[in-house]
């Protein structure tokens, strides 16, 4: 895969034909895959015809594009008919695609919507009345955020929160903002808008940050964050401990996406957004692009420090990959079984470590959350840590 190539379409699909360069280059099916992989094969529909592609792969992006502009259609008539009764707002998604150049060619994933606090059990009894299947997982059940609805193919997430951080306090300010702007229209301000998006990267980090999500924080700055309007917004990044990843990510789409240039974030280090990229590259949309390699980067390798935790940790995994440990008295030695298949991977374990400790450098660099630090639930009208 050529990136130079996926960043050439990314510019001459959002900035109006700067970089025509791009037409003069053979696009293969690799970054295709690519694009498609960070949710933006939709992107280039409009550029598609004058791309350098051969016929198998012109007729290939051609059914896909036809395919996610009628996803689009649904969710939008979807959206627009929710049968809601209560105050919410709608976050990301339409939100996100109204800084595009063309709206319509984001592609859509889940309709998010955040109702008042009070108001959260009636917006979902109301989705159920009318025709609306809950999908609720028991891992969402466990941590409460969201509950997730189905129709017509199109899924509906109901938060009860929507910031998810290692801190209370900020997690709660970043809540209250949302709460505190929900209006008739169903739509948060610019500038509120813009928390949102960076905080769905911030929450995703770990798992693996999309080039889409990327591309709908810059399409916010491009339109809403000019110099004069930073102080501003520097006071509600500040409050929820989100300025320095708001820096380094704008400044990243400066040097390679294409973003005109700020002065508020000039002064980011660019081994730093270099840094960011890579990773950025090498996750896809939610983490898609991980491999068996990545899998071993997770944050257990602190469980070294910890020998029951990590006993406990390979109990849990022997007891869901080791097919003998249905048996009752097997059951007990999962955790050896899980023990001897992961030694088998010593280089990729070793990889996966060195992975580890540059990701973990990577997100102290950027101050963002992490999930082994505890994170924080809204239950009972408190925000709690776990």
Not at 169 to 197: R, T, W
Request: charged share 25%.
């Amino acid at each position: 895969m050529n990136r130079s190539i996926v960043i050439d379409i990314i510019k001459e699909s959002l900035w109006e034909k700067i970089n025509k360069a791009v037409y003069s280059k053979d696009v293969s099916m690799e970054e295709y895959e690519e694009l498609r992989i960070h949710a933006l094969s939709l992107l280039p529909a409009p550029i598609l015809p004058s791309l350098s592609i051969d016929d198998n792969l012109q007729k290939i992006w051609e059914r896909d594009i036809i395919a996610q502009f009628s996803y689009n259609c649904r969710y939008k008539f979807l959206q627009d008919s929710l049968p809601i009764s209560v105050p919410y707002v709608i976050l990301k998604g339409t939100s996100a695609a109204k800084y595009y150049p063309v709206p319509e060619n984001r592609i859509m994933g889940d309709i998010d919507i955040m109702p008042s606090r009070e108001c959260m059990k009636l917006a979902c009894e109301q989705l159920l009345e009318n025709g609306y299947e809950e999908i609720t997982t028991k891992s969402e059940q466990d941590r409460g955020r969201h509950r997730t609805f189905m129709k017509h193919g199109i899924p509906v997430e109901v938060h009860a929160f929507f910031a998810s951080m290692n801190d209370p306090e900020k997690a709660k300010a970043f809540d209250d903002m949302i709460v505190q702007n929900i209006n008739s229209l169903h739509i948060l301000p610019d500038l509120f808008n813009g928390m949102i998006l960076i905080e769905h990267i911030n929450q995703h980090m770990e798992e693996g940050v999309g080039l889409r999500q990327i591309i709908d924080w810059m399409m916010f700055v491009d339109k809403c964050l000019p110099d004069e309007n930073w102080s501003s917004f520097q006071v509600l990044l500040q409050k929820t401990g989100l300025e320095k990843l708001a820096i380094i990510v704008t400044r990243m789409c400066e040097i390679y996406l294409g973003l005109p240039s700020h002065n508020w974030c000039k002064g980011a280090d660019p081994s730093l957004c270099a840094d960011l990229m890579d990773y950025v590259f090498a996750s896809g949309s939610f983490g898609n692009k991980f491999s068996r390699e990545n899998e071993l980067r997770l944050d257990s390798f602190s469980l070294l420090k910890h020998p029951f935790l990590l006993i406990h940790e390979l109990q849990r995994r022997g007891e869901k990959d080791w097919k003998y440990a249905k048996k009752r008295i097997l059951k007990h030695f999962a955790w050896i079984w899980q023990g001897a298949q992961l030694s088998k991977e010593i280089p990729l374990l070793v990889k996966g470590y060195n992975n580890a400790v540059k990701l973990n450098k990577l997100f102290d660099s950027l101050e963002i959350k992490k999930s082994k630090r505890g994170l924080v639930y809204y239950e009972d009208g408190k925000y709690i840590k776990k």
